[in-house]
């Protein structure tokens, strides 16, 4: 049977996309290669773009239930000082195996069939428009028809590559790893990045809170970086543990639960042309991540709400075209564009340059610490010293 809309990947992106295509009323399947729930490699911060999306979605107390708060940032810079920032919308730390189950779950109320263990291989392209995809689904290579399809199959996406818009620019390729740990010590209720020299231009070590004791830890690294370091991914762990002060603080006496957790993170200065006859990319797949902090699970939900305000709009006249559906790009200038803005500032005058986080934490820890500035107020104000000196050079 052919369906109006497929979706490719039930992750933040895809359960997002096929959640609002269903509640409009389309016919929509989503397909995921896995066994739900699923787990993804990831800091498990949630970001307050998509809590509106959250409680639009109906399941903003479940996202609570499961998640952790955290009351501001603290960071710690390469001299080893420290700050704490705090402000009322700091992230959320909630594990994606739980989280991204809670969404692609409501898409499924929803009205969107979700049918699991069905890995695509790649999408069924006749005269240049997509017109569906063919995968291994119960030991079978089976065929569904569609007119339209979100490829929202996360970022070693094999879709994206198909359609041309996969992007391995090595300046905007990140590698990240996670892994829980227990008995982490002087633990706070922040959530705590940690940057070093070895991982500049852009990159750090995170830990997120989940407990008093436990947490999500993890290492953001470019490709460039990681190489001149001479260690794989896993090893910046034990590096950061016995060659810093603060990760010794953190991490003396920590136990790893399960195992560390590697993946890609393809970023993007900005909302880039993802759209061609008959598909859009929403997501990792279309390198949505931002290059500051390697954040994406907002930007991904926001893109698949837009791809399918845009897939609903085209089925109404039945044009399919990529010219039809590059409204997709505007919609998510509309929707992402501040975001980018706001981390590619915040990468350029704040974290590309161990010298000026260290002269951030020097200006303004005490007048922080003390609750006169707040998180917003002190980057605010970092953001105008350094565009002064910039523009009386
Ligand atoms: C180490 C690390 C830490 C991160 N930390 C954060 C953070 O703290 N906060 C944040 O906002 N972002 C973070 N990110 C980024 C965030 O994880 C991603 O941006 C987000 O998962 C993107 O969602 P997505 O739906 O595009 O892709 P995914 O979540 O990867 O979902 C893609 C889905 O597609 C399915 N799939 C793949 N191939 C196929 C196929 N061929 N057929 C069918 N199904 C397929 C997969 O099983 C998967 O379920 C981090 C990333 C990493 C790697």
């Not at 700050?83 to 909630?94: A, E, F, R, W």
């Amino acid at each position: 049977m052919k369906r109006q809309a497929i979706v490719v990947g039930a992750g933040p992106a895809g359960a997002t996309a096929a959640f609002y295509l269903a509640r409009a009323g389309i016919d929509v399947v989503m397909l995921d290669k896995e066994s739900w729930p699923r787990d993804k490699p990831c800091g498990d911060g949630l970001r307050a773009p998509i809590w509106n999306l959250y409680k639009d979605m109906g399941v903003w107390d479940e996202v609570l239930e499961y998640s952790t708060p955290s009351k501001g940032v603290l960071l710690g810079a390469p001299n080893q000082t420290t700050i704490k920032l705090y402000g009322d919308v700091s992230p959320l730390c909630g594990p994606r195996r739980l989280i991204d189950h809670i969404v692609a779950k409501a898409a499924e109320r929803e009205g969107a069939e979700f049918v699991q263990n069905f890995e695509v291989t790649e999408l069924i392209i006749k005269r240049g428009f997509v017109k569906g995809v063919v995968g291994v689904y119960q030991g079978k290579l089976t065929k569904i028809e569609s007119d339209v399809v979100v490829v929202a199959d996360g970022s070693h996406s094999r879709l994206s590559h198909q359609l041309g818009l996969y992007n391995e620019d090595p300046d905007l390729v990140f590698y990240g790893a996670r892994g829980y740990f227990e008995d982490i010590d002087e633990m706070t209720d922040l959530i705590e990045f940690f940057y070093n020299d070895m991982f500049y231009p852009t990159g750090y070590m995170w830990v997120f809170p989940m407990s008093k004791t436990k947490g999500n830890v993890g290492a953001f690294i470019t490709e460039g970086a990681l190489q001149r370091s001479g260690m794989r991914l896993e090893d910046l762990f034990g590096w950061w543990r016995d060659n810093t002060e603060l990760g010794h603080k953190r991490l003396h006496k920590a136990r790893l639960i399960g195992e560390l957790k590697g993946w890609r993170l393809p970023a993007c200065w900005g909302p880039r042309d993802n759209y061609a006859n008959g598909a859009l990319v929403a997501g990792d797949a279309g390198n949505m991540i931002e290059a500051a902090f390697g954040g994406g699970q907002d930007l991904a939900m926001l893109a698949g709400k837009d791809a399918a305000e845009v897939i609903v709009e085209a089925l109404k006249t039945g044009d399919v075209s990529a010219k039809a559906l590059s409204v997709y790009k505007d919609k998510l200038i509309k929707s992402q564009k501040e975001i980018y803005d706001g981390f590619n500032i915040a990468r350029k005058l704040m974290f590309s340059d161990p010298n000026d986080l260290c002269e951030f934490v020097r200006l303004f820890k005490d007048r922080a610490e003390s609750g006169e500035l707040d998180y917003a107020q002190a980057v605010k104000q970092w953001v105008g010293i350094k565009m002064k000196a910039m523009q009386s050079k």
